[in-house]
């Protein structure tokens, strides 16, 4: 039977791009900034690791003190997404930038009028800013001194922070997102760059774990409070607000039918996924959460209106990133390959991209179908995209044929998950201008529509230039998805 369902977005659908301000704002000392977690670490590359130095190393690059220096070329970049025709632009705000040590008691003015100048240039375009809060720049004073997140006074800085944001910006800011994905603090080396908790090892990012679950479930708590505080104030403070979680939503398959991989494919999708969302939208600890706790002998230092803090602050809307899927094995002589956050088992079925990271679009819609089932509420991808090499041609042409072609292929896969029933209700691929990769540093792995003209050593003009897939998405937004070849 010939399938007729009409494969269409709604109207209204938000199109545009992601950014980090860590990853392509730069500017890391100017106006007022103090140090973040970001500019403490150093370049590496695909196989070397970055480093992390509590002590600022002479001659050596940074590549988040100047990233792609978005802090003196805003206008320019926020006019070639209008050229896209971008409906929303999802950036964060510099936590340090706002309040230079986390715990002053005063914030930054400079800080918080970059950030004016930076929304109305997005209101003259009628950009719809969609705001990341904490994006892995966690103020680096916080980790020295109260070793991050770990310590629940943190959670009081944070919502200070979020106060100062949802009282200047009232007006211009409706979408906001407390936390990038918050579920990094269930795996172990998500300490430093989520948790800004100092990591045990030699200082090498690839090693900076922190071991000791105990510790890192209480961060994770922590964040959760912080998160739902903030929620209720900023429903307190314009009753407009949408306010939503973020996800990195790892997708993974049983390897084969055996019953033990089948369980244990559920059981990371609940861990590794569903706990925080599960907080974050139902407003308390899923069951399967309080039994992992018990068996690794967890014990979530909890106070008396936590439990109530967490119902109150449920988030309005769920957003997540989605590049790859991985397959998982009770058998653990499996070939693994890479891939956002985690490694995981090679999929047979599946190609990989140069830094192996599988290629799964049919993943995209089986996730939203998986997240929406659970919680129906809408949905946004707010990363997605595919890490490559690019080619400047002798005409300074860049011919980007694949990255058109993984971002076509899940942009049908979230046609068909609008079809079955999914409130999709926007798309913004990661890194929509060239920026710096958060987990080696290189600038050679790009993602965006637009070229910047910056190597791995930090060395080159800044200059923007327009590839192939930036006249190609132009297109997709413009005719609404309809057109994607």
């Known amino acids: 039977m010939k399938n007729t369902t009409k494969l269409e977005f709604p109207q209204g659908f938000l199109w545009g791009g992601a950014t980090a301000a860590n990853q392509f704002e730069g500017g890391y000392n100017e106006e007022g900034k103090g140090l973040s977690t970001a500019d403490v670490i150093t370049a590496g ?16 690059n940074y590549p988040s003190h100047q990233a792609i220096d978005f802090f003196h070329r805003y206008q320019e970049d926020i006019r070639l997404f209008a050229e896209m025709g971008f409906k929303v632009f999802r950036m964060s705000i510099a936590w340090s930038r706002i ?9 930054n003015e400079q800080g918080l009028q970059f950030y004016d100048r930076v929304f109305a240039e997005l209101k003259k375009y009628n950009i719809e800013p969609l705001v990341t809060i904490s994006h892995y720049e966690a103020p680096f004073h916080l980790t020295q001194k109260y070793n991050g997140w770990s310590d629940r006074r943190v959670v009081d800085f944070y919502v200070r922070y979020c106060e100062v944001l949802f009282n200047r910006y009232k007006d211009v800011v409706k979408y906001w997102l407390t936390f990038n994905e918050i579920n990094i603090l269930t ?31 209480q961060a994770l708590h922590h964040q959760f409070i912080a998160s739902a505080k903030a929620v209720k104030l900023g429903h307190e403070i314009n009753k407009d607000f949408k306010i939503g979680c973020m996800i990195a939503y790892m997708c993974s398959y049983p390897l084969t039918c ?3 991989d089948v369980l244990l494919a559920q059981q990371k999708d609940n861990l590794s996924n569903f706990l925080c969302s599960d907080v974050q939208v139902r407003g308390a600890y899923p069951g399967f959460a309080k039994r992992y706790f018990s068996d690794h002998n ?6 008396e209106e936590d439990e109530n803090i967490l119902k109150e602050g449920r988030v ?5 990133s989605y590049y790859s899927s991985t397959c998982v094995s009770a058998d653990p002589d499996q070939e693994k390959v890479g891939g956002n956050l985690s490694l995981g088992l090679k999929n047979p079925h599946l190609k990989a991209s140069a830094w192996d990271w599988q290629i799964d679009p049919q993943g995209l819609r089986w996730s939203l179908n998986n997240i929406y ?4 509420i809408p949905l946004m991808v707010v990363e997605n995209g595919l890490g490559a090499v690019d080619t400047v041609e002798e005409d300074g042409s860049i011919h980007d044929d694949y990255r058109i072609d993984y971002l076509k292929q899940h942009i049908e896969q979230m046609k068909e998950a609008i079809a079955d029933g999914v409130d999709l209700i926007g798309y913004t691929p990661w890194g929509c201008i060239d920026l710096v990769s958060a987990g080696t540093g290189e600038m050679k792995k790009r993602y965006g529509f637009i070229y910047v003209d910056k190597d791995n050593e930090g060395k080159g003009t800044l200059a923007r230039s327009k590839k192939k897939s930036f006249y190609w998405y132009k297109n997709v937004i413009e005719t609404n998805g309809e057109q994607l070849d």
């Not at 196989?47 to 050596?60: D, K, Q, Y």
């Not at 309040?99 to 914030?107: I, K, L, R, V």
């Not at 967890?298 to 106070?303: A, E, F, H, L, S």
């Open 298 to 303: 967890i014990q979530i230092n909890m106070q």
């Open 187 to 217: 795996l172990s080396f998500g300490a430093f760059m989520a948790g800004a908790m100092m990591p045990e090892g030699n200082g090498e990012l690839a090693h900076a774990t922190v071991k000791n679950e105990q510790v890192l479930y």
């Open 45 to 60: 590359t695909h196989t070397t690791s970055r480093r992390i130095t509590p002590v600022l190393e002479e001659g050596v």
């Open 99 to 107: 309040f230079p040590n986390g715990d002053d008691a005063e914030p």
């Open 258 to 260: 055996h019953p033990d």
């Open 373 to 376: 089932n659970r919680y129906e």
């Open 316 to 320: 309005d809307f769920y957003t997540f």
